[in-house]
């Protein structure tokens, strides 16, 4: 199955046991010389807002998002498709693509097969054709775990191959957007990814297809100046922080002090930037209903 090529051995973190009684250690036994006990690194996690902790199991329960304050935490791309798509219902295109080194950038090649083995996968985005609620859908979703979801020759590439191929099947596009920007290393080579993907979404948006995109947090710099904020229909998960430059360069610029929820969902929602902020929850019914609503089958 498609999860199981990314799936990642388990990580163990080694600490002393516990003494469970009131009994003393004996004189001969050395602190170093008690029995040790391995249990799986990432039990728990810490929420970064309210610094609740959670079970790991629990919080992925209720998918990544947290009980107390309701924090949306990052998903990768493998986790945000298998709570999308209908149960094995996705083929993935282009598996093989791979960043290069194209302008000898310093420790550039280095990085990229760290980031390869760190997060398990070859690039920033995976796309395919999928099935939401019965609909077939052309699917791009980006993660931030491989380089900060930087948009580099390779992710323009594989969102532009989609947009072609949804406008050949005559499918609807959906795109997950999670990116830090176009990714430096690779100069004008990733800017030029802007205007490749822009055109390619002109061109299939002409022809009629419809593409729904959903900014999730964060969504920043090149991406959120091209494909992100071109949908015909915008979504965002509460609380995404999206927008062009970040808060600390536009502050510095302007010499003023931006509003504590500046460019999060609820500010650009409330700013005419976005259609609707969506619960992660609700987020595949959501979709199904659009999808119902443009095929005809359902509506509002």
């Known amino acids: 199955m498609f999860r199981d090529l990314f799936q990642k051995k388990k990580k163990y973190a080694t600490i002393p046991s516990q003494r469970w009684s009131n009994e003393p250690a004996s004189d001969d036994e050395q602190p170093q010389e008690r029995p040790k006990r391995e249990i799986p690194e990432g039990l728990m996690n810490k929420c970064s807002k309210c610094g609740t902790?959670?079970?790991s199991k629990e919080l992925e329960k209720n998918l990544k998002v947290c009980s107390n304050c309701g924090y949306h935490m990052r998903l990768n791309a493998i986790e945000r498709i298998v709570m999308t798509v209908d149960e094995g219902k996705f083929t993935e295109m282009d598996a093989g693509l791979e960043s290069i080194d194209p302008l000898n950038f310093p420790g550039y090649a280095q990085k990229l097969e760290q980031q390869k083995m760190n997060s398990g996968l070859r690039d920033a985005v995976i796309t395919g054709q999928g099935e939401i609620d019965g609909h077939p859908v052309m699917l791009?979703?980006?993660s931030f775990d491989f380089f900060s979801g930087s948009m580099g020759s390779v992710v323009g590439e594989k969102i532009t191959r989609a947009i072609e191929a949804a406008d050949e099947r005559g499918l609807p596009l959906i795109m997950?957007?999670?990116?830090?920007?176009?990714?430096m290393q690779e100069s004008i080579i990733s800017l030029m990814q802007m205007a490749k993907t822009?055109?390619?979404l002109a061109r299939y948006q002409e022809n009629g297809g419809l593409y729904i995109s959903v900014i999730t947090d964060p969504t920043m710099g090149g991406v959120?100046?091209?494909f992100a904020m071109l949908g015909d229909i915008i979504i965002a998960e509460p609380g995404a922080l999206f927008g062009f430059a970040g808060r600390i360069v536009i502050e510095q610029t302007i010499r003023q002090k931006l509003p504590d929820n500046f460019q999060t969902a609820e500010f650009n929602l409330e700013h005419g930037q976005l259609d609707m902020v969506t619960h992660r929850k609700d987020m595949?019914?959501?979709l199904g209903d659009l999808l119902d609503y443009h095929t005809g089958k359902g509506g509002f």
Not at 176 to 183: E, K, Q, V
């Open 224 to 226: 959120s100046a091209s």
């Open 284 to 286: 595949k019914s959501m």
């Open 140 to 142: 791009a979703v980006m």
């Open 53 to 55: 902790i959670h079970y």
């Open 198 to 200: 822009s055109a390619a």
């Open 176 to 183: 997950f957007s999670t990116s830090g920007g176009a990714r």
